[in-house]
């Protein structure tokens, strides 16, 4: 049964637009990668769906129920939780403050008991304050926050930016966990190969628009990569097919080249310092 539905959304920042007729849905418990470089529009995307940007056009359904004018809190208690990019916690508030701060007043399997034996590292923080905490423990912090509300509709922006491996790692090995709770599950993810291992289905975007859909198992992963690129589709190579997963790096802008008015140009991404710490 489809939980989430877009259709044909374009949104955008004043006169800038974003996404071009953007079209997806999520069925019950099936988690979506939504795979793209920098700038290309994921975290637009889930912030539209969340509320927090008003799209310009098409409809965005929740069971059913059209919520694209509904305003962000009215969303979060239908439903749609969003782990933001950069996590955006109160950094004075303690670890369990910030859990607690979203009253939907949701019933359901993430209790705060459920959490903290998810996430043994934040249980052991609770008291502490959030901005004294490492990436990786306020990461977990942010993810919590979210399941808190114990939504229908998961968004999760990028929560492997700036964690070490061996902790980005220690979240993929939870993620079964969520995901059984029946929660749909919307994933943006730098890295192809771990956003398709974790996902049923995924979608790349290029510069606002959906260029390649299917199913993650049977992708193929050259031609994924060339649409990241938003390059012609690359000749098939046994390198690419067998060697390691790339991680595609942010689309570069020609160095001195001017850009027109009205073009998209990338953001820079900082690159945060790798956290050491792994999940315990
Ligand atoms: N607050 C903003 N104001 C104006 N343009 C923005 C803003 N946020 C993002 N953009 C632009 O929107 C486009 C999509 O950005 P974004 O959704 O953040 O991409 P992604 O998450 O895929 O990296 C980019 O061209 C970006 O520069
Ligand atoms: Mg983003």
């Not at 050259?222 to 390059?231: H, K, M, N, P, V």
Request: one cysteine or more; charged letters at 20%.
């Amino acid at each position: 049964m489809t939980t989430l539905t877009v259709a044909g959304l374009d949104a955008g920042y004043r006169d800038f637009q974003a996404l071009f007729g953007v079209s997806l849905d999520l069925a019950e418990g099936e988690t979506v990668a939504l795979i793209g470089a920098n700038g290309a529009g994921k975290s637009t995307l889930l912030m539209t769906i969340a509320g927090a940007l008003r799209p310009w056009r098409g409809r965005i359904t929740l069971d059913g129920l059209d919520i694209a004018g509904l305003p962000d809190h009215h969303r979060a208690r239908l439903g749609i939780a969003i782990v933001p990019e950069g996590r955006r916690l109160f950094p004075s508030l303690t670890a369990e403050e910030n859990i607690l701060v979203p009253t939907t007043g949701r019933g359901g399997p993430w209790s705060l008991d459920a959490l903290y034996d998810l996430f043994p590292m934040v249980a052991a923080r609770r008291s502490h304050r959030a901005g004294l905490l490492s990436g990786g423990e306020q990461q977990a912090v942010a993810i919590a926050r979210a399941l808190a509300a114990n939504p229908r509709v998961l968004l999760m922006d990028e929560v492997s930016l700036g964690l070490a491996p061996a902790v980005v790692d220690g979240f993929y090995r939870l993620l079964p966990r969520i995901q059984q709770s029946g929660v749909c599950i919307l994933l943006v993810e730098q890295d192809i190969d771990r956003a398709l291992a974790a996902s049923d289905r995924a979608l790349c975007l290029l510069e606002g628009r959906v260029v390649m859909a299917g199913d993650s198992a049977g992708l193929d992963r050259d031609r994924l990569i060339s649409a990241y690129f938003g390059a012609p589709s690359a000749p098939r190579s046994s390198a690419t097919k067998t060697g390691p997963a790339p991680v595609p790096p942010d689309k570069p802008v020609p160095p001195g080249k001017p850009v027109p008015p009205g073009k998209r140009v990338p953001p820079a991404r900082p690159v945060p310092p790798a956290d050491p710490e792994v999940p315990r």
